[in-house]
């Protein structure tokens, strides 16, 4: 026998590979450790956390390295994998599970268990069923606390084609589920936006649907994306203004901004505008570009409007919490951000439809008529070229020319869709209105056709009328004067309508105010605001004199009403 070792021997043993009372086994001990395992699989295990001088194992044991270092593998990668895994024998008992399918609570593994047992029974069931062509199952669990869990089932078969156990694999799809459900009901929402254009938009007029659009996208973006202070701005192609139409539960001052689109000075919002890139900005007071939006706000998040690829403007999101916004939010904002760029873009052609239509025929009708009036010209400057010194012949041929022309410009100016009343200028005096008749009432309107058509028709009626072509000096004759009515253009030179519906409700509240507009969707904001502010009503040019006195009336009758 060898000499013992002065240094006791800590020794790592398989079960198996020489009995305990040899003589080996006996020196091994004397003055030393001997841990013993049963596989060399658990001794691989022992060792990476262990000090062994001596690791002993059978031949058998020692005669397939690979295989046993493969089934090792496998054991730890089952042990790491993110999702759950087990096998579940006849009883519906767990055979094995890994740690992950653990950390489930006992609601889910009971579920995981009983489906099994299932598939088990399924498997089983009919001596016809081939077993090597038996697949997996699926099977969703939902728990109380509204979680998703994926299951997978899979008959496990011996050498003998027998079905033994049943191995599952089991992953959290709370997340993946919660997606979908915001994703068809983005694209549910996208669809009652786009739908403007039913049966029921289409009786609605101008402001109802103006109204129903704003209500629509305040109640999605509120209920669906849970975004309560935003804003939406759209962008002005002739002046590169960021000009905002929607908003909730942000500040007069943030709404009154102005912004371009420009990734220089003009916040985040013009930032996107410009490069057409979202923007996730975790802390508003560390960030350079943030300007002035929600009073405590303390992260925001903008994504562009897009459509056909082009950026008409933005959706700014803010939050009074820190890193409110994930990369999850940025996904579903620009998804539903197109929707409302859409709708958006839909409304503004409906709104315009009075004009296009009448566009629409101008342009057939030119069509029609260029080729034949250019023919006309065509053959005119030929045939006085072929009478030169013929001055009265040539005389004829140039009024030709001019009738010509003057057919194709009348035609340009019956189609136009214009911008102002659809009426005659009035000439003398109608009766005294009973309604308006003695009615202070101011007209601002920067258009001086517009200005003076609709002062002749109501001095007509009996109305002392104060016109002025600015809404600065709107605003200075409010100042001076009560008025029972103010009657403005929404976009005027220095100050805009919006300003002056202001200023006319500051000095007397009771005051009924009616804009007028000749623009698609209001690009500054002024009818929406104006109309929670108590706006008496819209005017779209061109109109009808019996329209406007129709809403003059009303906005009169209703404010006498109410003082």
């Known amino acids: 026998m060898p000499n013992v070792s002065a240094k006791p021997l800590n020794v790592l043993m398989v079960r198996g590979a020489i009995e305990s009372g040899t003589d080996l086994a006996r020196w091994l001990g004397k003055g030393g450790h001997i841990e013993f395992v049963d596989s060399l699989a658990e001794a691989v295990d022992v060792l990476a956390t262990g000090d062994y001088d001596v690791v002993l194992a059978s031949a058998a044991e020692l005669s397939q390295p690979a295989e046993t270092q493969i089934a090792h593998q496998a054991a730890t990668i089952l042990e790491h994998v993110a999702q759950g895994v087990c096998i579940v024998g006849p009883d519906g008992h767990l055979v094995w599970a890994n740690p992950k399918l653990l950390s489930f609570s006992d609601s889910v593994r009971e579920q995981v268990s009983r489906f099994c047992l299932d598939t088990f029974a399924w498997a089983t069931s009919e001596p016809a069923r081939r077993p090597s062509h038996l697949r997996g199952r699926r099977f969703t669990i939902t728990t109380d606390d509204n979680e998703f869990f994926e299951v997978t089932a899979t008959p496990v078969i011996d050498l003998d084609h027998r079905v033994t156990q049943v191995a599952a694999v089991v992953w959290e799809a709370t997340k993946l589920k919660h997606l979908q459900e915001k994703l068809d ?25 103006l109204a129903l659009l704003e209500q629509k996208i305040i109640r999605y973006t509120r209920d669906l994306m849970r975004f309560h202070n935003f804003a939406v701005r759209l962008l002005d192609k002739n002046t590169n203004k960021l000009e905002v139409v929607i908003s909730s539960g942000m500040p007069t001052e943030a709404q009154d901004l102005d912004l371009y689109a420009s990734s220089d000075g003009n916040g985040i919002s013009g930032y996107v505008a410009h490069t057409g890139r979202s923007y996730i900005c975790p802390d508003v007071t560390k960030d350079s570009r943030y300007l002035t939006g929600l009073a405590d706000a303390r992260s925001s998040l903008t994504v562009p409007l897009r459509l056909n690829d082009q950026v008409i403007g933005v959706l700014n999101v803010e939050s009074d ?65 072929d009478y030169i010194g013929q001055d009265d012949l040539r005389h004829r041929l140039d009024k030709i020319s001019d009738y010509a022309v003057a057919i194709r410009e009348s035609i340009k100016q ?8 659809i009426t005659r200028r009035t000439t003398g005096k109608a009766r005294r209105d009973p309604i308006l008749g003695g009615k202070r009432i101011l007209i601002a309107d920067d258009e001086e056709v517009i200005r ?72 500054n904001h002024s009818i929406i605001r104006a109309r929670r502010e108590g706006l008496a009503a819209v005017l779209f040019k061109p109109f009808k004199v019996e329209q406007l006195l129709g809403e003059l009336r009303t906005a009169i009758r209703t404010a006498s009403k109410t003082a």
């Open 185 to 209: 009901a983005i694209d549910h929402a996208g669809r009652e936006l786009v739908g403007l254009d039913t049966e029921q938009f289409s009786r609605l007029d101008t402001q109802e649907r």
């Open 321 to 385: 919490e820190p890193a409110a916004f994930t990369e999850d939010h940025r996904q579903f904002a620009e998804i539903f951000a197109r929707h409302v760029a859409l709708a958006l873009h839909i409304l503004d052609l409906l709104v315009s439809e009075r004009y296009t239509a009448t566009g629409k025929l101008g342009s057939d009708v030119m069509a029609e008529i260029r080729g034949p009036v250019s023919d006309i010209l065509s053959d005119v400057a030929s045939l006085k070229e």
């Open 414 to 421: 019956v189609t136009n869709p214009g911008r102002g009343l």
């Open 452 to 523: 003076e058509t609709v002062c002749d028709v109501l001095t007509s009626y009996g109305c002392e009328v104060c016109g002025v072509p600015n809404g600065q000096e709107a605003i200075d004759a409010i100042g001076r004067t009560p008025f029972d009515l103010v009657l403005s253009d929404i976009r005027m030179p220095i100050k805009n309508g919006y300003q002056v519906f202001a200023a006319a409700k500051e000095a007397d509240s009771s005051t009924p105010v009616i804009l007028m507009t000749g623009f698609g969707y209001d690009p």
